[in-house]
């Protein structure tokens, strides 16, 4: 979403430009040489001696590679380096097929002094083309005393090398730069052996490996017999009672170990040998496979999502997050608030070298310009790498407030509706502020809201109501808020003060039960205890980012989700979790949308709906034309429009851009046919009840 996401395009372009690139295998920085620089080299390091330059051909490939050798022999090559060994290139020349080689072919022999620059340089080109940008330079006295440069990033410890990085390297969108073991999303699913084996005093025969469900005669459960009775138990045993070896057979497999099993037909026993997959193994493999959403959903029952082991939740691939600029890679960046991250670019020139200064100077400037904005708008406590679907939309509109103030246009109408919405108090200043200087430059700014403060900093209010639904819908009073709050209008009242909603008198002390958190430090939380006490309304409050919605939503919910559903969203870290005993539900109510088809709406959802067709189905009219309750559904043949299958809405595949809905023209958005809406309630149809808004329903029946 706007201004984030360009911070972010910035950094790659920092990183892709300007960053630093480390070995993966030694930390040591990764070298580059320019032609020039090579030759520089060469003359400095090597000065005087006598050099081989040679062409890296072959790296650690396994091969007789004969055919090679000839074809650089037909080409008058004359010697060659084998695994570190500088020989002649014979005829019918080939090495052990079996093993792992290391082959360089001569390009010249000469000695690295001022007056053979130009030779130098001839034979570094050709050996460069042959060796792909590559050159190993040996000393030819003593050959141990050996260099390999390369025109590509390249660590000269170990030989391995990155490309030359592009921004697509650094966003977990790209191939380039998504971790190949998560696809870029961070997170693997992984076997959850607690919900393989849910309680170890259950036997395998009573479903104490739960993927294999209760003791039938299956292929799966003849292997898992036979299994047994070569490891002298029997699948009545309790699991806890199985011996190790056994039971990590039974869930790991048998791997290259062959089994022989005796394996029961009905014909008779036919003893085979086999191999044994294990139940994990069969699991994940169904998960992976399937074509079924049923197997899919399945198998996902005894998986649990993780941070993905290879990237660390980091989403991007090894080489990548090996680029660092100020010893911090872009996956660190990711991790700070803007806050943090102003702090680190502030002064950033100072840590960098001169090079990266020239390249970095405009990106530095752009990124900083962003990150004051999005500070302006009360987002401080933001991270780069927060999802935009877990950003509320009062933080979206905040991020695009951001964006328009670094526009810096003029004469344009902004139209926001709740922008403080989630926002501290604290923070509330800074986007009134925020909101002034888009006026103050030019613009015209409406603010739909209910935050007093706010309404109080308007030149203009206008207030509208009284009510909500058929009780609203005049304009009750407006002007500057001086002259607004002494009118006699409840809005004006609460605004002035005048009103107030009074704090009770009395509060609830709860059951006496309680649940204890310790030691939760997810994100910024500095291993806090904290309990729960049971039976009561229980308020968390906090600025913006310090820490409520971590604790809340990100550990303690998944805990009682875990507990009570094996849900598998994973909790922050914690120590102990105590009281869980007290708890049997937990429901968790967010502001995620009840459903993302036209199909929902609010009263299928809450069931109020099915009452509502119960009713119509009861109206004579119905009766005699013999509508049932199916009748009014629109999820179901029968009395819905055919054309639109009762969407009342037409879907518009857009390809890459969102879904377009547009009404039915057959039965113009009214979901049902002809017939069904003739039959009325009180006046009303099917289709005009789902039309009323809460209070108008609630009057009206
Ligand atoms: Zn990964
Ligand atoms: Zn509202
Ligand atoms: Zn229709």
Not at 75 to 95: A, H
Not at 303 to 325: A, H, Y
Not at 376 to 383: C, I, K, M, N, S
Request: proline share 4%; net charge positive; charged share 25%.
């Amino acid at each position: 979403t706007g201004t984030v996401t360009e911070i972010y395009d910035f950094l790659r372009l920092l990183f892709a430009r300007a960053g630093e690139a480390y070995s993966y295998n030694t930390g040591k920085k990764m070298v580059r040489y320019s032609e020039e620089e090579m030759v520089e080299h060469i003359l400095g390091h090597f000065k005087n001696k006598r050099i081989v330059l040679l062409a890296p051909i072959v790296k650690g490939r396994k091969g007789h590679h004969r055919e090679l050798f000839e074809q650089f022999r037909k080409q008058g090559y004359l010697r060659v380096r084998v695994d570190g060994e500088l020989m002649e290139l014979k005829e019918k020349m080939q090495v052990d097929r079996y093993k792992i080689h290391d082959i360089e072919i001569v390009i010249d022999r000469l000695t690295a002094e001022a007056a053979s620059k130009l030779r130098i340089i001839e034979s570094l080109q050709i050996a460069l083309k042959l060796g792909k940008d590559q050159v190993l330079v040996v000393n030819h006295d003593k050959p141990d005393q050996f260099q390999l440069l390369s025109k590509q990033l390249m660590c000269s410890d170990t030989g391995i090398s990155y490309d030359e990085p592009s921004p697509n390297a650094f966003s977990f969108n790209s191939p380039y730069g998504a971790c190949p073991h998560c696809k870029g999303l961070g997170t693997v699913f992984q076997i959850d052996l607690d919900a393989v084996v849910p309680d170890k005093t259950l036997s395998i025969a009573d479903g104490g490996i739960a993927p294999l469900g209760l003791a039938r005669d299956t292929h799966t459960f003849s292997q898992v017999k036979a299994l047994a009775s070569k490891y002298k138990f029997d699948i009545h045993t309790p699991i806890q009672q199985i011996p190790a070896r056994a039971m990590n057979m039974l869930l790991y497999g048998s791997e290259t170990e062959r089994l022989e099993l005796d394996v029961e037909f009905e014909e008779g026993t036919q003893v085979y040998q086999s191999q044994f997959e294990g139940i994990v193994n069969m699991v994940i493999r169904w998960f992976h496979d399937t074509g079924s959403d049923y197997v899919k959903q399945w198998a996902e029952k005894f998986m649990i999502i993780r941070d993905c082991p290879v990237c660390d939740g980091s989403r991007l691939r090894k080489e990548s997050l090996w680029f660092k600029i100020d010893q911090k890679n872009i996956s660190e960046l990711n991790r700070f608030n803007l806050n943090e991250l102003q702090q680190w670019f502030k002064g950033i020139e100072k840590r960098l070298n001169k090079k990266q200064q020239m390249i970095a100077g405009e990106i530095v400037k752009e990124i900083n310009e962003r990150i004051d904005f999005l500070l302006q708008v009360g987002l401080d406590y933001l991270t780069l790498n927060r999802s935009s679907r877990s950003l509320s939309g009062g933080e979206s509109q905040r991020i695009r407030l951001a964006t328009q103030i670094g526009s810096k246009l003029k004469g344009i109408t902004y139209i926001l509706d709740e922008p403080s919405i989630g926002l501290h108090q604290r923070d509330n200043e800074k986007l009134i502020r925020a909101l002034q200087e888009l006026r103050d430059v030019g613009n015209t700014v409406i603010v739909v809201e209910h935050d007093k403060d706010i309404m109080l900093q308007a030149d203009h209010l206008i207030d509208i109501g009284p009510g909500a639904g058929r009780h609203g819908g005049h304009i009750v009073s407006e002007g500057n808020p001086k002259k607004f709050i002494k009118q006699k209008t409840p809005t004006a009242g609460y605004l002035s003060g005048r009103l107030r909603i009074e704090l009770p008198e009395k509060r609830r002390s709860g059951n006496g039960q309680a649940l204890m958190l310790k030691g939760a430090s997810g994100n910024n939380l500095k291993i806090v205890d904290v309990a729960f006490p049971l039976g009561i309304l229980i308020g968390v409050t906090g600025v913006s980012g310090s820490g409520k919605s971590t604790l809340i939503t990100e550990t303690f919910y998944p805990i009682l989700a875990y507990h009570v559903y094996h849900s598998k969203s994973q909790a922050l870290p914690y120590k102990s979790i105590k009281g869980l005993e007290h708890i049997d539900k937990v429901i968790e109510i967010d502001q995620s949308p009840i459903g993302r088809t036209p199909r929902s709406n609010p009263a299928t959802y809450c069931g109020f709906f099915n009452d509502v067709r119960q009713l119509f189905a009861i109206i004579p009219e119905a009766k005699i034309r013999g509508y049932k309750p199916g009748r009014f559904s629109f999820n179901v043949k029968g009395g819905r429009c055919e054309t639109c299958e009762g969407a009342g809405v037409k879907t518009i595949e857009m390809n890459f851009l969102p879904d377009v809905h547009v009404h039915c023209e057959r039965c113009n958005g009214k979901r049902f046919n002809r017939e069904t809406l003739e039959i009325k309630y009180r006046g009303k149809s099917i289709s005009d009840v789902l039309e009323m808004t809460v209070s108008e329903a609630s009057e009206f029946f």
